[in-house]
């Protein structure tokens, strides 16, 4: 047993907090009163001489992230939320006693530092240490080779191992932080004001997405998690508000891949008194201004694509981005057989109640979507996939809905919403018809929506962002799973430890 707990590292570190304790030590400490927090100190000290000592007294905090030891010196870095800084110490600082219980913290415990700030002859920023105190034990070693862990689902099941040891999917995390604020900051100029709408809805609407449902016990009645916000935004603009966006999480009960998760980010916002077109201008401004002031540049690469954000963008109809991306001529003139042909040919699982404009939704994103690098404003979808949107004067089974098209992703869809509220409803019966033939994805019926549009909804444009998406175009990712910081996952099969 003595032999095994000398080289299991758990058992070693739980022996550890055991010694600690028995000693009289509190190894899990109230607080620490800090000075600085590292980036801080780098912002102050960073220009100083190699060799300087500034005679500065700090106290910082963080997690311990390497030893290294040189006999009666030692050398750490230790890392709080902002930034890296080195830490010095040696026996004739602490004395002998101390110096060896420091010597016996372990990488990836948390300690409280006071000491000088000074720079070393190879003109490395540190702190000297004087006094130090462990204020939480950390029981399981890091990985000492995280970057290399081939079980990527590891990484994302323990997401706060990976933000400890991977400083690059901090700078993710931190640059989606950045994007939220920069939507916000943006409409926020525009006059677009903030609301919140329920996440657990009576009715599910606002896409076409197989809802999630559970049970309200004390209403005794089924309620669905949220699949946009949309009907209820556009029930505000309905009342008056003429500039709305929402930053909300919706929940859809679809598959799981390197592009969907079942639970994600969305900005939805609707203007009254405008359209698509407008909506257009909109939406290639706000995210112009997003990627300028994340990147720096609006021309930049992703998965191997230059993507080139600068304005005008490329606006084709979504038969004209068949032809040119997926190199296929095909038409509302066509009969339902021959599309589906082509359809069946080009990958789509065909289903028997999928019409014209069905089949051609799904042609153009197996032929042509994944091939646009642009952004692209993909418009004129098909009415039967647009339960929603507006129909063209003169092209009924067409709709004023465009989607942006970049690196291959679908980033977000726009209409002219439609505000007659006996087409919605005959739409609504329509979306209700395929549910019966098995379509899950298809819209309900929602009565009280079809009230709110018979009081009258303006002229409205309204459109919709994928916040997950769009970090990672901004920070090359290939899967979502790297921008959403706990992704789901099945479940894990483990045994418990005492």
Not at 101 to 129: A, M, P, Y
Not at 159 to 187: A, G
Not at 272 to 288: F, G, H, S
Request: hydrophobic share 40%; aromatic share 10%; proline share 4%.
């Amino acid at each position: 047993m003595e032999e095994f707990l000398e080289t299991d590292p758990l058992l070693v570190r739980k022996k550890k907090l055991l010694d600690l304790i028995k000693s009289g030590e509190e190894p899990f400490k109230k607080r620490f009163a800090r000075t600085h927090i590292i980036e801080s100190l780098r912002e102050k000290f960073g220009g100083i001489a190699s060799g300087t000592e500034t005679g500065e007294i700090v106290r910082i905090a963080g997690r311990l992230m390497t030893f290294r030891y040189h006999g009666k010196a030692t050398f750490a870095d230790i890392r709080d939320g902002s930034e890296r800084i080195q830490l010095f110490t040696s026996r004739d600082v602490l004395g002998e006693k101390l110096y060896k219980k420091f010597c016996d913290l372990d990488i990836g415990d948390i300690v409280g530092i006071e000491g000088e700030v000074f720079k070393t002859r190879r003109g490395e920023l540190s702190v000297k240490v004087q006094k130090y105190e462990l204020l939480a034990k950390a029981l399981r070693p890091l990985p000492e080779k995280w970057h290399g862990l081939r079980d990527i689902e590891t990484r994302y099941r323990q997401r706060y191992v990976d933000l400890i040891v991977n400083e690059q999917v901090r700078e993710i995390f931190i640059i989606r932080s950045k994007v939220i604020k920069l939507l916000r900051e943006f409409l926020d100029k525009k006059g677009f004001i903030e609301v919140e709408t329920p996440m657990l809805q009576p009715v599910p609407g606002g896409a076409t997405a197989r809802p999630f449902i559970t049970h309200h016990n004390a209403l005794d009645m089924d309620l669905y998690m949220r699949v946009a916000p949309e009907l209820y935004l556009k029930r505000l603009v309905v009342g008056g508000f003429e500039k709305v966006y929402e930053l909300n999480r919706n929940f859809r009960n679809e598959g799981i891949s390197v592009r969907h998760n079942p639970e994600f980010t969305m900005l939805e916002f609707y203007q009254a008194y405008v359209d698509y077109n407008d909506m257009m201008d909109l939406v290639e401004d706000l995210l112009n201004y997003v990627v300028i002031n994340v990147k720096g540049t609006l021309i930049f690469e992703y998965q191997g694509m230059e993507l080139n954000f600068e304005k005008p963008w490329e606006r084709l109809t979504m038969l004209e981005a068949i032809k040119e991306y997926g190199n296929l001529e095909v038409s509302f003139d066509m009969e339902v057989d021959e599309l589906r042909k082509i359809a069946e040919s080009s990958g789509v699982d065909v289903k028997p109640y999928y019409g014209k404009g069905k089949l051609i939704t799904e042609i153009f994103e197996k032929t042509a979507e994944t091939k646009i690098a642009g952004p692209v404003i993909v418009y004129d979808y098909p009415e039967e996939v647009s339960p929603l949107a507006k129909k063209k004067k003169d092209a009924p089974y067409l709709t004023e809905h465009f989607e942006v098209i970049a690196g291959g992703l679908e980033i977000g869809p726009s209409f002219s919403e439609l505000n007659d509220p006996v087409d919605q409803a005959e739409r609504f019966k329509e979306q209700v018809n395929l549910l019966k033939r098995g379509e899950e994805e298809a819209q309900h019926y929602d009565y009280d929506y079809i009230r709110a549009l018979e009081y009258g909804l303006p002229p409205t444009g309204g459109a919709g962002i994928g916040i997950d998406r769009l970090v990672m175009l901004l920070t090359n990712m290939h899967s979502i799973r790297e921008v959403i910081l706990f992704p789901h996952l099945r479940p894990e099969s483990r045994v418990d430890e005492d």
